[in-house]
């Protein structure tokens, strides 16, 4: 079964490479819309192109922590401190990407249909309900990780193989 780490760090570098070129390809569509929509002075097509590019940011934080988490580290997400660590920098950048994308929804329907307001409403209810989950998480975590003090003294050592 040991023959199936190195499969899987394949796998993984591959699904991050997919993600990273997806984040890039965001980015590429972003400026073309951005560049269309400020040469036609539409303020709804610029702020399309920031919701355009916080999805390219979550694709490019996933392919980076993958690509850090496990492929240069290795690290197995089994310690409480790795996977609050590993969430943590996933969650932050969703919570961050559905506010942007609930500001472009809110622009987008107050100029073409206020009626639906409340679908750009339900958006950020979500980023807030996992905002509040991630801290609830984090919350009941911190006793487990509490009694495994050496687990985040080796995850800080595994910093040092990033830097």
Request: proline residues 4%; charged residues 20%; neutral net charge.
């Amino acid at each position: 079964m040991k023959w199936l780490i190195p499969v899987f760090g394949a796998a993984y570098a591959s699904v991050a490479l997919l993600f990273g070129v997806a984040g890039i390809g965001l980015i590429v569509f972003a400026v073309a819309d951005l560049y269309a929509s400020m040469t036609s002075a539409s303020a709804p097509g610029i702020i399309a192109a920031l919701g355009t590019l916080a999805v390219a940011l979550v694709a490019l934080e996933v392919a980076q922590t993958v690509t850090e988490e496990e492929v240069i580290r290795r690290a197995h997400v089994s310690a409480p401190t790795r996977v609050r660590r590993y969430l943590s920098r996933f969650l932050v950048v969703v919570v961050v990407a559905l506010a942007i994308e609930t500001l472009v929804a809110v622009v987008k329907f107050i100029h073409d249909s206020p009626s639906d307001l409340p679908r750009a409403a339900s958006i950020a209810l979500g980023a807030a309900a996992l905002l509040t989950a991630w801290g609830a998480f984090i919350w009941f975590n911190r006793t487990a990780e509490e009694l495994e003090p050496e687990a985040m003294a080796e995850a800080k050592k595994e910093d040092r193989k990033v830097r």
